[in-house]
């Protein structure tokens, strides 16, 4: 059976209720503990008042704070004490119109007209100086106190509210930014096979038309080859205008791409040639490499070489390029810029600032290739290894925006990874790409962390004093044993004469002798040789009464006599 999901009418009504009885129960204590007290004035009519300012909290908190007020100055018109429960309730609705109200002056409008009420009330009255005191001090702290506390409380969850939203929306702008790079990125590679795949394409169609003005075919083989000639070039147009879609809206800057005809050691020659300090190392013969995995090699040298000169200028850079049996292993390593020294920039905007890695990342793993970057011993690293063969890995998922396993849960946010946050210069390590997945995002999940560390506090605040009234009622309990049981009351303490044994006296002492004298009661003199015991005269447990002293000589009472308490 599904569970009904509870609306937020109904939970405002259930909380009202629980706040009326809990204001009802204390208004009900007062009245119960007053000595003179009608029913209706009271009892029946604060109930009523609580009922009607509750709900007001809500809609009309002023107006709440006034009602109870009012409870407030019918307990100053009471000529045995100007003190009733009323006051709780008037501190929690003020409370509640801090944490209510956004505005700050209505509500202190509202608070000064209680407090002024109250004091006229007095005035009118003709009130003593104990009611003065109480509306001077006990009402205006009722009142402004617990405002102040609703108020705080309100900016700290406004403050975490709009704070959780701005790094939602953060979050959600880098997960957008990481997917536009993605796209872009293959777009790009769509436009790699359209150069490759089209170019074949089209020398197979020059070869059928070839083959078409050959002598030795038959009418019906050119005809064949006719429509061969035909199946291709409109296959060309097609994979064109899928191309076409999927490149960048208009505005892109197109001649950023990559060059189409170009190579790994044109584009380290045009580094040289360009002042940068570059190293270039080649293992064994180059492979038979399909185009897109030439275009892959070309785009990571690229990008490391433009990340390098960006963030640590006139620094060495080391190229290294290993051919394998299967696999090419590209290494590209640039030393971190001495410290001081400014990155150098460019000029104009930067083609897929912010995006580079992110493409990159996806162009090698499109490929079924690995790439890794990151820093290592005052070093950067770009290390990528592709597969001679294109291998696509299809149904990849991204992994999703979650903290990472170990990572603290006051940490940052996750950046995109750009070419800022690839390299030492930029103080800031490489992290993994991420993609928004189907999970909760990493702001949700430290939300609902920060309400469980918020629940668990509250219950440690209510488990706390139970546990420490654990360790001290027991301790309390015994010490108030303690005192009772070493009381010898004034009659039996006449009683006692001087020079009999103990025996006889027993049945007039207490249980036990009262263990803590204080300094003044042991500084008093007594007979040498004697032991001395002292007992409470009185069972008052708050306050300091005087102590009888009976000196010992064996078994035979020697002395009696009375310390007076220091009183001040």
């Known amino acids: 059976m599904p569970r009904r999901r509870t609306t937020p009418a109904r939970s405002a009504r259930v909380g009202d209720v629980a706040l009326w009885a809990a204001l009802a129960a204390t208004t009900g204590y007062g009245f119960r503990d007053a000595a003179t007290a009608s029913w209706t004035m009271d009892l029946f009519l604060p109930l009523a008042v609580l009922g009607v300012a509750v709900p007001w909290s809500r809609r009309r908190p002023a107006a709440a704070v006034v009602l109870v007020n009012g409870l407030c100055v019918m307990g100053l018109a009471d000529s045995a004490t100007p003190g009733n429960a009323h006051v709780l309730s008037l501190a929690v609705l003020s409370c509640l119109l801090g944490a209510r109200v956004a505005s700050a002056r209505r509500p202190l409008l509202v608070l000064a007209g209680c407090a002024a009420v109250d004091l006229a009330t007095c005035a009118v009255l003709r009130a003593p100086p104990v009611w003065w005191f109480y509306a001077l001090s006990v009402l205006p702290a009722a009142l402004l106190l617990p405002w102040l506390a609703g108020r705080h409380r309100r900016g700290r969850r406004q403050l975490v509210r709009e704070g959780w939203r701005l790094a939602r929306g953060l979050e959600e702008r880098q997960h957008l930014v990481a997917e536009r790079a993605r796209l872009t990125e293959r777009a790009e590679i769509a436009t790699d096979m359209h150069d490759s795949l089209g170019h074949a394409l089209s020398l197979v169609a020059l070869r059928a038309g070839a083959l078409e003005l050959s002598p030795d075919l038959t009418d019906r083989d050119r005809s064949d080859l006719a429509d061969l000639r035909g199946t291709i070039a409109d296959a060309v147009e097609q994979l064109r205008a899928t191309v076409a879609v999927l490149q960048d809206p208009p505005g892109r800057d197109g001649s950023a791409g990559l060059p189409v005809n170009d190579t790994v050691e044109d584009l380290l020659s045009r580094a040289v040639a360009s002042g940068v300090p570059v190293r270039w190392e080649q293992r064994e013969a180059t492979p038979p490499l399909s185009s897109l995995v030439e275009r892959g090699m070309y785009r990571v040298v690229q990008e490391a070489l433009t990340n390098a000169t960006k963030h640590a200028p006139d620094c060495p850079i080391s190229v290294r390029i290993v051919h394998e049996s299967d696999r090419t292993r590209v290494s590209v390593v ?28 996806e162009r090698v793993t499109v490929l079924g290739g690995s790439l890794r970057t990151g820093p290592d011993h005052g070093r950067f690293h770009v290390t990528a290894v592709l597969p001679h063969r294109a291998t696509a890995r299809t149904g990849m998922s991204a992994p999703a925006p979650g903290p990472a396993p170990g990572r603290p849960v006051g940490a940052r946010l996750p950046a995109v990874p750009s070419e800022t946050a690839a390299h030492p210069a930029a103080e800031t390590a490489p992290g ?9 995002p990493e702001s949700a999940e430290r939300l609902a962390h920060v309400r469980s560390d918020a629940r668990r506090r509250s219950v440690v605040a209510l488990v706390a004093p139970v546990v420490a009234a654990v360790f001290f009622v027991p301790s309390a309990v015994y010490l108030a044993w303690q005192l009772t049981t070493s009381v010898l009351p004034p009659s039996r303490f006449d009683e006692l004469n001087v020079g009999r044994p103990r025996a006889e006296l027993a049945p007039l002492l207490p249980d036990r002798a009262y263990p803590y004298p204080s300094d003044h009661a042991r500084s008093a003199s007594w007979p040498p ?40």
């Open 334 to 361: 640039n030393a971190v810029p001495p410290a001081g020294l400014p990155a150098r920039t460019s000029v104009g905007p930067e083609r897929g600032a912010g995006r580079g890695l992110i493409g990159l990342h």
């Open 529 to 568: 040789g004697a032991r001395c015991e002292f007992y409470r005269s009185g069972r008052d447990l708050f306050d300091e009464v005087d102590l009888y002293r009976l000196c010992w000589s064996g078994s035979t009472l020697l002395t009696k006599d009375t310390v007076p308490a220091r009183r001040l």
């Open 432 to 440: 993994t790409v991420t993609a928004p997945g189907t999970d909760l």
